[in-house]
């Protein structure tokens, strides 16, 4: 093709000399282009791969959100035989969830004492008390032969009055939001006591249109405030870092291939739940499974 190209315009011809230089030009870029494009496509697809790897999590917890069943109407007694029933069959339908450790909200630093009052009930030598740690998880532990069950527990203050306080004086709308969802609340749990077993009311308490609602709450507090003292952001702050903690100590507890069980207050799952699925080694099991009467 050069000497075509000579033959035609001449070796002196400027337009000659143009295009041959157009032709090394291309000839020689054409194979780096072509490499770059391949290492760009082959970097993409990497990328790619490294975003969607997910090593299959090797622990399993399962969040059991509770009222306290200390703080129940007088009617709904937790001692009468029907709710003892009641409760052994929610300890039963526990059991097939066969969990290896059950975590219970008692203190961390109490630890000798929980494990001093769960070996004297394992001995027959201790009466359960009216709460979920201990009708549940005590129960439940004693009938898998666990050795012993798991204090998480950390208490951490949470400046509620603060914020109301200052609300009352500056925010009436968010104290009028806080009474009408307490009402709302008080009306719920009537509904809730009156026609539920135990396992109904904890499987509601298990959904996300319950825990959003108290979470829909704290979102509210975050308002008051806002670009003054924002004195509303400190409770939230504060049950966030009590979570925190409360959720560290369960990951100093478990073990790849563990089962665990978590017996808590319902006002904790949000954070639980958020938690878990977000650990890369930790898979949330579905409660609800087991909260069948």
Request: aromatic share 10%.
């Amino acid at each position: 093709m050069y000497s075509k190209l000579r033959k035609l315009w001449g070796r002196s011809n400027p337009f000659f000399h143009f295009v041959l230089n157009l032709i090394l030009i291309g000839v020689l870029t054409l194979g780096p282009l072509s490499v770059l494009a391949q290492q760009t496509d082959e970097d993409e697809r990497i990328l790619q791969q490294m975003l969607q790897e997910k090593e299959e999590p090797s622990i399993e917890v399962l969040v059991l959100g509770s009222f306290h069943f200390k703080n129940v109407p007088e009617f709904y007694d937790m001692k009468a035989t029907e709710k003892q029933r009641e409760i052994k069959t929610l300890v039963n339908n526990l059991a097939e969830f066969k969990p290896d450790k059950i975590a219970l909200e008692f203190e961390r630093k109490d630890s000798n004492y929980v494990d001093s009052l769960y070996r004297a009930y394992r001995n027959d030598n201790h009466e359960l008390k009216v709460n979920e740690r201990e009708q549940v998880g005590f129960r439940l532990a004693k009938q898998l032969g666990h050795q012993k069950v798991e204090a998480i527990d950390y208490q951490k203050p949470w400046g509620m009055d603060k914020t109301l306080e200052w609300a009352k004086k500056n925010d009436p709308q968010f104290v009028e939001f806080v009474q009408n969802w307490q009402h709302k609340n008080a009306r719920m749990d009537s509904i809730l006591f009156k026609n539920k077993t135990v396992s109904q009311i904890l499987s509601l308490m298990a959904g996300d249109a319950y825990l959003d609602r108290i979470q829909e709450a704290r979102m509210r507090m975050l308002e008051v405030g806002a670009d003054k003292n924002y004195i509303g952001v400190e409770p939230v702050a504060s049950v966030y870092k009590r979570n925190m903690r409360i959720f560290a100590n369960i990951t100093s507890i478990a073990e790849p291939g563990d089962r665990i069980l978590i017996v808590y207050g319902a006002g904790h799952s949000y954070f639980f739940n958020e938690f878990i699925s977000q650990h890369s080694d930790m898979k949330l099991v579905d409660p609800v499974q087991y909260l069948s009467n």
